[in-house]
């Protein structure tokens, strides 16, 4: 389950990353989208699964959860290929994810024209306004606790850019980073690069950030051809988001 409309960076990277996972383990999911998924989740965070009578957040969580059940990504790697797909993984949060929750919320110029418009719009006024500011308050106080509070626009994109080349040079010329079978560093890093590429922010500086790495976007498209592209026309019980739509096969 996720937020309805799914139009923030974040709000989009988490359950992109979980769906392409949970397609990567051939396990049937049926999406649903909620207003309010994040005051619904455990940990206040999107996505979350609902299985039986259990409710798991977030994708580490969720990751352990469906390994617990049998279904595991990264089972064909050796003790050191995991070390450093672990390693890869906690980049892309470290970064990536940073940076897309400080766009969203500290660049002033994104924050009065995208996200607080589309984060408030399931709310009346003065609800949405109220939701909104409260959000900008509690991440711009995480963002000033790991020392990105001073950090100007450009500083950001620069961070961005030195994952992206990290991430490029891992991947070469393969089709997963750890050859020919993908596994959840695949899956963390599809999610947050689809995102990136396919929403429409005040300025085209963070996607093509992106772009400067060829295999990246071939990495993105390669995954939303084999596990998205059409599946969810296969899957009858699968309420896809309105962002689902997104693609970058068009």
């Not at 799914?6 to 989208?33: D, H, I």
């Not at 003790?79 to 897309?100: F, G, H, R, S």
């Not at 019980?237 to 997104?246: I, L, M, N, V, W």
Request: glycine letters at 6%; one cysteine or more.
């Amino acid at each position: 389950m996720w937020n309805e409309g799914c139009v923030l960076l974040m709000g989009c990277s988490a359950p992109f990353s979980l769906k392409a996972f949970l397609q990567m383990c051939n396990l049937p999911v049926r999406v649903v989208c909620r207003a309010n998924a994040e005051y619904m989740s455990p940990s206040g965070k999107v996505p979350f699964i609902h299985v039986g009578n259990q409710v798991v957040s977030e994708l580490g969580p969720i990751v352990q959860f469906v390994k617990a059940k049998g279904h595991s990504l990264s089972d064909g790697l050796d003790e050191v290929q995991k070390a450093e797909m672990k390693a890869y993984m906690e980049l892309v949060n470290n970064m990536l994810l940073t940076a897309e929750l400080y766009l969203q919320w500290c660049d002033d110029v994104t924050v009065e024209e995208i996200t607080h418009p589309r984060y408030g719009s399931p709310y009346p006024w003065p609800l949405n306004r109220i939701l909104a500011y409260q959000k900008q308050w509690e991440i711009r106080r995480k963002m000033k606790a790991i020392g990105w509070a001073g950090k100007s626009l450009e500083q950001v994109l620069e961070d961005v850019d030195q994952c992206c080349q990290a991430l490029s040079q891992r991947l070469g010329t393969q089709p997963y980073f750890f050859n020919k079978q993908p596994t959840e560093l695949d899956a963390l890093v599809f999610g947050h690069l689809f995102t990136i590429l396919t929403t429409q922010l005040t300025t085209d500086e963070l996607s093509e950030k992106v772009k400067n790495y060829g295999n990246l976007t071939a990495f993105c498209r390669r995954i939303e051809q084999q596990y998205f592209e059409g599946h969810d026309k296969d899957n009858s019980g699968t309420a896809a988001p309105r962002s689902a739509k997104r693609s970058l096969l068009r």
